[in-house]
């Protein structure tokens, strides 16, 4: 298979771990923003998380230094459309950004202007590309529950208008989904769509409980539902779909290299599995790498991709136009 010239869709990617580290250096230059080294090889050593952490934690560090440059309006903006080109050079036909909007207010930005600003990124790669998107609007577990409120707020207005779902990401503990019950139960009174990162770090539970309590129609990593009988059976049942990212997962050590991620076990039974970079710098990454390595592992056939090319468009968070759209791409 031609890996760079197949349609591609991806459900599953942060925007602050996206950046292209060119852009970091020259922004930080421009700014007079302090850094390691800007140097492009050192600071690569900081921004791209090795293949062996020691955990999910060791994983998030990278993502402190691209935040010192999405602090004002025109950087975000820039960044959101390099990640779109960057997508669309590789035949992502339609691709979904995440991002925290509380992040990028430490110089005073508010948090609409945040997401304004993102949208207006994602817009200008739409007109210059054949690509589409939309916005996922992400919650630290780490932060407070008013925070996760704060967030539902004020992305509502942006609903249908480039927003389309809530997330909750960042290290994950047992038995976070009960704290957020309120902020996403708001969230999908005013009409979000849910997909909450669980099951990324050996609690299968947080899998069950965050599609039990929090209604998620998707589940962000969902590797330890192998582990978990109850939420393999709840993800199965429900056809719950996991937005799996091989690469991530072999670097904060939730397998323990590619011959051992679940992904290709899953789709054989039944599961509605996805394929997504989660960080394309952190990882080091892009979609046509990572469909070649679950490839490479599991021998795809042309069949195999196009059900989960086409599982991922049904799963998306677009309009039936956009979800057509993207069908009619793979020819």
Same mark, same amino acid.
């Not at 390691?36 to 934690?57: G, N, R, V, W, Y």
């Not at 992502?92 to 509380?102: S, T």
């Not at 892009?286 to 991922?312: C, G, P, W």
């Given at each position: ?8 869709i991806?459900?599953?990617?942060h925007?602050?771990?996206s950046?292209?580290i060119?852009?970091i ?5 421009k ?8 140097? !492009?090889?050192? =600071?690569? /050593?900081?921004?791209? $998380?090795?293949m062996?952490c020691? &955990?999910?934690e +060791?994983y998030?560090q ?9 602090q ?10 390099e990640?779109?080109e960057d997508?669309?050079r ?5 691709l ?25 990124g ?14 996922i ?9 008013e ?8 992305? !509502?207005?942006? =609903?249908? /208008?480039?927003?389309? $779902?809530?997330?909750l990401c960042? &290290?994950?503990? +047992? ?8 902020p996403?139960?708001?969230a ?6 849910v ?7 050996g609690?299968?539970?947080n899998?069950?409980e965050?599609?039990?309590?929090l209604?998620?129609?998707?589940i ?15 993800v199965?049942?429900k056809?719950v779909?996991?937005?799996?990212c091989p690469t991530?997962?072999?670097q904060?050590k ?11 076990k ?5 599961? !509605?599995?996805?394929i997504?970079?989660?960080?394309r710098?952190v990882?080091?990454?892009t979609?046509?790498k +990572?469909i070649?390595?679950v ?17 991922s ?5 677009a ?13």
């Amino acid at each position: 298979m031609n890996f760079l010239g197949l349609p591609k869709i991806e459900l599953h990617c942060h925007l602050d771990g996206s950046v292209r580290i060119e852009t970091i250096i020259e922004i930080a230059q421009k700014e007079g923003i302090q850094l390691p080294s800007f140097d !492009k090889k050192e =600071l690569q /050593k900081e921004l791209i $998380a090795p293949m062996e952490c020691d &955990s999910l934690e +060791e994983y998030l560090q990278r993502f402190s230094l691209p935040n010192l440059i999405m602090q004002s309006k025109k950087n975000l903006r820039r960044i959101t459309f390099e990640l779109f080109e960057d997508a669309a050079r590789e035949n992502v036909k339609y691709l979904e950004v995440r991002f925290g909007p509380l992040l990028h207010t430490l110089k005073g930005l508010e948090v609409e202007e945040v997401i304004q600003s993102v949208i207006e990124g994602m817009r200008e790669a739409e007109s210059c590309y054949e690509i589409k998107g939309n916005i996922i609007l992400s919650c630290l577990r780490s932060m407070s529950v008013e925070s996760a409120m704060e967030v539902v707020e004020k992305g !509502k207005r942006f =609903l249908g /208008k480039g927003v389309v $779902a809530i997330d909750l990401c960042a &290290s994950e503990e +047992e038995g976070f989904c009960e704290r957020f019950v309120e902020p996403i139960v708001l969230a999908k009174e005013y009409g979000y769509r849910v997909t909450i990162h669980a099951g990324e770090t050996g609690i299968g539970k947080n899998v069950l409980e965050a599609v039990e309590l929090l209604g998620a129609e998707r589940i962000g990593h969902g590797v330890f539902i192998k582990e978990c009988d109850e939420a393999y059976r709840i993800v199965k049942e429900k056809q719950v779909v996991l937005e799996m990212c091989p690469t991530s997962n072999v670097q904060t050590k939730a397998v323990q290299d590619y011959s051992a991620h679940p992904i290709f076990k899953f789709y054989k039974d039944g599961i !509605k599995v996805t394929i997504n970079t989660d960080n394309r710098t952190v990882s080091d990454t892009t979609m046509a790498k +990572e469909i070649y390595l679950v490839n490479n592992e599991f021998d795809l056939s042309e069949e195999d991709y196009r059900q989960i090319y086409s599982n991922s468009v049904e799963a998306s968070f677009a309009d039936q136009e956009i979800k057509e759209w993207c069908l009619a791409q793979y020819k």
